[in-house]
């Protein structure tokens, strides 16, 4: 049942918490610069970015009085990119990746996702903390619209959860199921308004990009963190709507494939 999910996160939480412990510890010790690759990766995607396509696009961002408008909209977008990417893929390997702690130990496999959300959650946090620090930079602040920014990011979180199991336990018994989830999370990233802006598509796929869930979700981050107005809200009940519907059908093909699963591995 749900309640039992629940309580064995709660009950191993001394488990997830090490595990990620572990995680930073194993990632950064033997590096110089530490934590800060945590930031300067990402970051240096976004600038990359920016430069290269802030000249072609600076003209259209209507709303923002910046000449570094583009990069603030190419940052805005990614830190909701970033959680939904880091979560969605390691999730899809969340079950072949720990097969020798599946096989050795008896534990719920679901302290396993657990993990993956809190360790992405951290690396989402130094990003945003290092973002907002860019645009103190850039003259940019965001306001006190950032209450809502949890709201946005927990339905990146479901939906990135549920899509990850659900494909993460399939990856179990066909593992091309990896390879083919990189190639679409590449095609997700240009369908969704990160590099671009909804208004420069033609009227007909503006509708229809709508499709995407994480459409609405981006948008709300760009309210908050470019225009610091009141996120749309009713842009979520999509997004909501399908992050239920995926983490019902992971959990419901986790429990059926969960005996199994120690087997095939």
């Given amino acids: ?14 488990f997830i918490v090490n595990s990620v412990k572990n995680e930073f510890i194993t990632k950064f010790a033997k590096s110089k610069l530490g934590v800060a690759w945590a930031i300067l990766h990402p970051l240096a995607q976004v600038l990359i970015y920016a430069t290269i396509l802030s000249s072609v696009l600076s003209a259209k961002l209507p709303g923002i009085d910046s000449k570094y408008a583009y990069a603030i909209y190419l940052m805005s977008g990614m830190l909701c990119w970033m959680l939904f990417s880091e979560i969605f893929s390691r999730c899809i390997g969340i079950f072949t990746d720990n097969a020798n ?10 302290v396993l996702p657990a993990t993956v959300v809190l360790s992405s959650a951290i690396n989402n946090l130094i ?38 199991l659900f494909f993460g336990v399939i990856n179990v018994f066909m593992r091309d199921v990896g390879q083919i989830i990189a190639i679409v999370l590449q095609f997700l990233f240009w369908l ?6 909804t208004s420069i598509l033609p009227p007909n796929l503006q509708e229809l990009i709508y499709i995407n869930p994480l459409v609405g979700v981006v948008s709300g981050y760009h309210d908050i963190l470019i225009y610091d ?12 709507f399908i992050s239920a519907a995926s983490l019902g059908a992971a959990f419901f093909v986790y ?10 591995l």
């Fill in 1 to 14: 049942s749900d309640e039992r999910l629940f309580s064995n996160i709660y009950t191993y939480r001394f």
């Fill in 101 to 110: 702690i599946i096989k050795k130990m008896s534990f719920p496999k679901i």
């Fill in 127 to 164: 990003l945003f903390v290092s973002i907002a620090v860019v645009f103190a930079f850039l003259g940019h602040f965001a306001g006190v619209n950032l209450i809502f920014l949890p709201i946005f990011s927990l339905v990146t979180v479901m939906l990135a959860v549920g899509f990850g």
């Fill in 192 to 197: 969704t308004p990160i590099v671009y802006m």
């Fill in 229 to 240: 107005k009141m996120p749309d809200f009713s842009l979520l009940i999509y997004p909501a």
């Fill in 255 to 264: 429990k059926r494939a969960e005996e199994e699963m120690a087997d095939v």
